[in-house]
């Protein structure tokens, strides 16, 4: 997921509007797409879990 998170950003970089904003900011927004994918993982993995038990 995390290859994926810098994947994007890296082709970002080279062909998209992230070319266009400052490095610090693409770093922060590559963060917290990071997070948010983070977080919707262990959501998943904790509903898949819950749904198997009952």
Not at 12 to 19: D, E
Not at 27 to 41: K, M, T, Y
Request: glycine share 6%.
């Amino acid at each position: 997921m995390l290859v994926l998170v810098a994947a994007l950003m890296l082709l970002g970089v080279l062909m998209g509007s992230v070319a266009h904003v400052p490095v610090p900011v693409s770093l922060a927004a590559a963060a917290l797409i990071g997070v948010w994918l983070l977080v919707f993982a262990a959501r998943e993995r904790h509903a898949r879990r819950s749904t198997r038990r009952s």
